[in-house]
């Protein structure tokens, strides 16, 4: 049998609060209050988000801070049904949004939420898929914080740099900066599109690929562009100059440059180093030690190059001790009692296999008869899942 170890998922909720809900909590606040008291000693809205949301008992606790003045579930009710009904978040998205923004349960609808919700529309194009609205409201959670006419200049102006050729532009750049609404359009935002188009970068480019150089304040924005330019000697021409920008707008410029020099110990051209900033800077993020041990078993143990790492560049994003090193070691297993063939392609095997692919080529073959004992060690690491 498959035991499919799946996430975790909030439990539908029901249109309306179910009745055995509802005769739970009374209208009356000291009524929730010695009901409460009487039955548990958790707060009413710790209560409220474990039945609702999904929350623990923990995260619930920590939530329900902001929220004690609230003792009957009218609002928080109001708010759930508008969120999930004109904004159409699914309950995974709602358990996110509230996770994000707890407060946004305390909020009144007509006055507060509409108007917010509203805003975000003009993010998108008309008519915009309902499932596009729950993403981007989800993604800007942190933004339903702040009132309609202070989001209103920022919404703006985002959307006047937002690419026409992609109609989820607003969705990925608040995906990936989801403050970016937050932030002051006079003080910060508009100051640093002034910035990036006198260094030669379209804004639109930015927003779609690097949203958090605009949240940046305006007096330290000028930092990575000298490290780039002066330290590691990319010219503003070079098709990697935005990614680098960003990657040293998120590091020490100590760290940065360290880091560059250790990939150079493992065998990396200067043009290497600018594909692997351009293909991989997710990589250049990690821990200077995570990165060593990375490239010591992709290097040293596997004997990849350079080139065949930038080639198949999405190894340096997957888990060693989860993923890389467990299916090398089986596969080397298999190899070596000659159950495999040795001309196994192992970027295929590390990188594009899926979980179930790999372990109906690799793992289900051979957990009953001599690979076995290879078989049950990966097992322990990767999962215990099995097919049906």
């Known amino acids: 049998m498959l035991f499919i170890k799946r996430r975790w998922r909030p439990p539908l909720l029901p249109p309306f609060p179910p009745p055995s809900i509802l005769s739970s909590y009374s209208s009356s606040p000291a009524a929730a209050e010695t009901t409460t008291s009487s039955s548990s000693p958790l707060p009413f809205m710790a209560e409220y988000l474990m039945d609702r949301l999904g929350y623990s008992k923990e995260k619930a606790l920590v939530a329900s801070k902001s929220l004690l003045h609230i003792t009957t579930p009218d609002k928080p ?219 010591d078993f992709l290097v040293h143990t596997v004997g990849c190059t350079p080139a065949q790492l930038l080639g198949s560049s999405w190894l340096f994003m997957f888990n060693l001790e989860s993923r890389l090193r467990p299916r090398y070691e089986l596969l080397r297993g298999l190899q070596a009692k000659g159950l495999v063939a040795e001309a196994v392609n192992i970027f295929k095997a590390l990188v594009r296999m899926s979980e179930e692919e790999f372990r109906e080529e690799y793992v289900y073959k051979f957990d009953d008869g001599d690979g076995s004992d290879l078989v049950r060690p990966y097992l322990s690491i990767s999962g215990k899942r099995r097919r049906w």
């Open 77 to 295: 009710d109001a708010v759930l049904a508008f969120l999930r009904r004109h904004a159409g978040l699914s309950p995974r998205q709602l358990h996110a949004f509230v996770r994000r923004r707890p407060t946004v349960l305390a909020t009144n609808v007509p006055s507060n939420l509409l108007p917010k919700l509203k805003l975000l529309e003009r993010l998108l194009p008309s008519p915009a898929p309902p499932k596009d609205l729950a993403y981007l409201a989800t993604a800007s959670a942190s933004a339903f914080g702040y009132s309609a006419a202070r989001l209103a200049p920022a919404v703006d102006l985002l959307r006047s740099l937002l690419p026409p050729s992609d109609p989820r532009a607003a969705i990925a750049a608040l995906r990936r900066c989801s403050w970016l609404l937050t932030i002051d359009p006079d003080k910060v935002l508009s100051r640093n599109v002034d910035l990036l188009r006198r260094r030669g970068l379209d804004p639109s480019a930015v927003v779609e690929k690097a949203p958090n150089l605009l949240v940046l304040k305006p007096e330290i924005l000028d930092a990575p562009f000298a490290t780039v330019e002066q330290d590691l000697g990319i010219a503003s021409s070079s098709d990697c100059y935005l990614a680098a920008v960003n990657l040293a707008a998120s590091l020490p410029k100590e760290d940065l440059l360290k880091k560059m020099e250790m990939v150079a110990n493992y065998g990396f051209s200067d043009k290497d180093q600018l594909t692997l900033i351009k293909r991989s800077p997710m990589f250049l993020r990690l821990k200077e030690e995570h990165m060593r041990r990375k490239l």
